[in-house]
């Protein structure tokens, strides 16, 4: 392997790990939430008053009384949790090998994009506000940021084996 495959899969294996520590840090934190919510809304103040504040507010408030109530609906989360966790293990196959495994790359990006779809559809339907879905929008433009680097540095491998 020339200098320029062992500096390019270098680079391509830094950009994977970062997918995969993303992916990983956004499923743990949803094992969490309702202490995260307790948590980040005390840090930002009991006098916040901002359109921001007053969401965190509602989804916190609504989480404890949820978690009262009907504590096993938060295994929906943890499953969330869990499925993040299992679609970045999928991920440990282009680390290894990008140019065999370049599938899972593809597959990640449409993950990326449909993320968009998905957020501006059901947001409005669950009253979710608009700069949340947004927010939510963000992590899939931000997740193919990483894919599309390692889509285009993978072009670049000439005698990779």
Request: proline share 5%; charged share 15%.
């Amino acid at each position: 392997m020339s200098e320029l495959d062992t500096r390019t899969l270098r680079k391509i294996r830094v950009a994977i790990s970062i997918f995969i520590a993303g992916l990983i840090l956004s499923g743990v934190t949803s094992f969490a939430l309702h202490t995260e919510l307790n948590w980040l809304v005390s840090m930002r103040g009991p006098n916040a008053a901002s359109g921001f504040d007053q969401w965190l507010r509602t989804v916190r408030d609504g989480l404890a009384a949820t978690h009262e109530k009907y504590p096993w609906l938060a295994y929906g989360t943890d499953w969330l949790a869990f499925a993040h966790i299992v679609i970045a293990l999928f991920f440990i196959g282009p680390l290894v090998d990008p140019v065999r495994n370049v599938w899972v790359i593809y597959a990640g990006l449409a993950a990326c994009v449909l993320v968009v779809p998905l957020a501006l559809i059901c947001g409005p339907i669950r009253h979710v506000p608009l700069g949340w879905r947004l927010i939510d929008c963000s992590f899939g433009i931000l997740g193919a940021i990483p894919l599309l680097y390692v889509l285009r540095l993978k072009g670049r491998l000439r005698n990779y084996e």
